[in-house]
Antibody, heavy 116, light 113 residues
């Protein structure tokens, strides 16, 4: 069974940093593009970043470029999102999702709250 | 690419059909000839779940009361007979211009009358 489990969320002050992790099981991470998508409280879905299977292609949304860094460790079957210079508007549930063009599997999400 | 869904709210009687429209600001036909338009369901308190990919292909385990159609810039998700478990928010998503980032519609809330 394919499972994606996010962790690392929490409360952080504006300007602070957090590192999110997504642990994959039930499939081999190295064969798939992976993504982060976020959802602010009561709002819709917003794509954040994507990374190809071998990490040679990476994309970011304009809203996070220069502040967030996506990475992966295929040997550990894990995906990461390093978030720096956090702002109030980064408050959201962050989901990892598997897929290129079609986001086939989604994790349960981890909540990031940016507040003083 | 901007995705626009209508309606934003759809009260439906159990057993009756429901239909959601999604329009893109430009054609979603990819250079490979495929159209990367998918539909996601998000039940209350749950993560999104893939229902339909590439316009009309049902994902594994999705009931056949869900169907997708359309082409170019206009797409539709239909539920032939709404059941209680179908309550939630439905999003269309395009990934045709993946390098510029997938984009989502605003979401359509399906609720029971």
């Amino acid at each position: 069974e394919v499972q994606l489990v996010e962790s690392g969320g929490g409360l952080v002050q504006p300007g602070g940093s957090l590192r999110l992790s997504c642990a994959a099981s039930g499939f081999t991470l190295s064969g798939h593009t992976m993504n982060w998508v976020r959802q602010a409280p009561g709002k819709g879905l917003e794509w954040v970043s994507s990374i190809s299977s071998s990490s040679d292609t990476i994309y970011y949304a304009d809203s996070v470029r220069g502040r967030f860094t996506i990475s992966r460790d295929n040997a550990k079957n894990s995906l990461y999102l390093q978030m720096n210079s956090l702002r109030d508007e980064d408050t959201a549930v962050y989901y990892c999702a598997r897929g290129y063009m079609d986001f086939v599997y989604w994790g349960q999400g981890t909540l990031v709250t940016v507040s003083s | 690419i901007v995705m626009t869904q209508t309606p934003l709210s759809s009260p439906v009687t159990l057993g009756q059909p429901a239909s959601i429209s999604c329009r893109s600001s430009q054609s979603l036909v990819n250079s490979d000839g495929n159209t990367y338009l998918s539909w996601l369901q998000q039940r209350p308190g749950q993560p999104p779940r893939l229902l339909i990919y590439q316009i009309s292909n049902r994902f594994s385990g999705v009931p056949d009361r869900f169907s997708g159609s359309g082409a170019g810039t206009d797409f539709t998700l239909k539920i032939s007979r709404v059941e209680a478990e179908d309550v939630g928010v439905y999003y269309c998503m395009q990934a045709t211009q993946f390098r510029h980032g997938p984009t989502f519609g605003q979401g359509t809330k399906v609720e029971i009358k």
